[in-house]
């Protein structure tokens, strides 16, 4: 008999069925003892009743967590009992024959049946292998792979040929401390920051190239915001005229993203109560006017020409109220808080032809047009107090003819993140990574 998923009982009511999956929880009411279980589709309810003798005596040695197959028939569960809040609700299977394929050797060290975990960030993470398979916490990557998927979509569709960038650097090349030093055989090396260098050196190839890779970061941040390796969605563009055009391509992107994740993840944003408005018109204000709109409304005053996190909090508050945008661009970022790559305004060359994204109050994206003319990079990298000969390879890119270009950088644990509202950054990556973790 072929094994049949979850999802397909309600629509074999009166059939024999084999299921396979985990025990999530075990209740016994009176004689019969009820299992639910669960597998990549579903969980439904398993009733097993004494006169079935050798499933009998088999359920009533499972518990949480144990791995089994059992066979049996879809029967339509009694009005009263029907479970509304779930696609299996409305059907049980009573069960004829239960097979033990892998048992748990301990005690479970947390009980993960509840439909909400409940759990400190800290037991969540540190008992990961267990917790990620609750439905509510599973359901965080269901939408994760959506929108990886429809990255990739949309990124194809726009004629971007997808790259894949080195991550281990002879140098630390943009001149941060935020990298990670490795032994490279006898050398020392470095993990990639950003894939910054490559997907230039890439739009100066195919004209439009994008990446799903992984980011080191080695700051030392304890905020609910940062991780020190996370997943970038990067992008670079060739032959643009400015950088609203990359602004037009991101929002783009970003509201192809909310559509699919709305039309395919309906159940799992239920589940985190996640409310997403069409993205249509984000709104772009200069850093400058996001500064003075922050004073005036919110009687919040910065002391430098930049905006902190709480800033980025209220500024989006204020796009939602005045423009029904989850959505917006603060640009034009003073060229001392951007990197020497950065492409300063014609127009007053103290500011950048640069953007943030920010989605729900946390930036999510950073990006802007970059210098392509080898002599002005030159002078700038000088400008930025850096040395042009630890640059040689980059350089290179610009000596052999490059166009005007520009691209982004998008945090895809950000986006996921504020999709479903969760409190840290960290709920959203399987194995995070910070300061202090490393494991599992
Ligand atoms: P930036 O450093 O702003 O830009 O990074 C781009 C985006 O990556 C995400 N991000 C992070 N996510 C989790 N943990 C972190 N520690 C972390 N740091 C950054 C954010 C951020 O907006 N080269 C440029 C991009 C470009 O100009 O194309 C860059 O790396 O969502």
């Known amino acids: ?53 050798d499933a009998y005596a088999a359920a009533k040695e499972l518990r949480s967590e144990y791995v089994i197959e059992a066979e049996g028939l879809v029967k339509k569960r009694p009005g009263g009992a029907a479970n509304e809040k779930i696609s299996t609700g409305g059907v049980e299977v009573e069960v004829e024959k239960i097979k033990i394929l892998s048992a748990p050797t301990v005690e479970l060290p947390v009980d993960i049946s509840e439909d909400d975990l409940n759990l400190h960030l800290e037991t969540l993470l540190d008992n990961r292998v267990l917790t990620l398979r609750n439905k509510k916490v599973k359901a965080i990557f269901t939408v994760y792979s959506e929108i990886l ?17 080195p991550k281990i650097l002879s ?22 920051q950003s894939p910054q260098f490559y997907k230039q050196a890439g739009a100066g190839i195919f004209e439009r190239v994008f990446e799903i890779g992984t980011v080191f970061r080695a700051e030392p941040h304890f905020t609910t915001r940062h991780v020190n390796e996370y997943t970038g969605l990067d992008a670079e563009m060739s032959f643009i005229e400015n950088f609203s055009e990359i602004m037009d391509e991101l929002e783009m992107t970003m509201a192809y993203i909310i559509k699919e994740v709305q039309k395919n993840c309906a159940e799992e944003l239920e589940m985190y109560k996640a409310e997403l ?12 006017e996001a500064l003075e709109i922050l004073d005036k409304e919110y009687g919040k005053k910065m002391e430098t020409v930049d905006i902190d996190s709480e800033g980025e909090r209220l500024i989006c508050e204020w796009a939602k109220k005045n423009h029904n945008s989850d959505f917006i661009f603060l640009t034009h970022y003073p060229t001392n808080v951007r990197p020497f790559y950065s492409m300063p305004s014609k127009e007053d060359p103290r500011f950048t032809e640069t953007f943030d994204l920010l989605f729900k109050g946390l930036e999510i994206a950073s990006g802007g047009q970059r210098i392509h003319d080898y002599n002005q990079l030159v002078e700038n990298i000088k ?15 610009f000596k052999f003819g490059m166009p005007p270009h520009g691209g982004w950088g998008l945090g895809s644990e950000r986006i996921v993140q504020k999709m479903l509202g969760l409190k840290s950054i960290k709920e959203a990556l399987l194995f995070p990574r910070d300061v202090k973790r490393l494991t599992p």
């Open 1 to 53: 008999m072929r094994r049949n998923l979850i999802n397909e009982t309600p629509n074999l009511i009166g059939q024999k069925v084999k299921l396979a999956g985990w025990v999530n929880v075990r209740r016994d009411h009176g004689k019969l003892i009820f299992i639910d279980l669960r597998d990549r589709s579903g969980i439904i309810q398993m009733v097993i009743i004494p006169d079935k003798e």
């Open 149 to 165: 998927k429809a990255y990739t979509d949309f990124m194809k569709a726009e004629d971007f040929t997808e790259i894949k960038t």
């Open 171 to 192: 140098a630390a090349t943009e001149g941060g401390a935020n990298f990670f030093k490795i032994s490279y055989f006898e050398r020392e090396a470095f993990l990639a």
């Open 277 to 288: 408005l069409p993205v249509k018109g984000i709104p772009r204000i200069r850093l400058t």
């Open 383 to 397: 400008k930025h107090h850096l040395n042009p000969d630890d640059f040689e390879h980059y350089l290179d890119i």
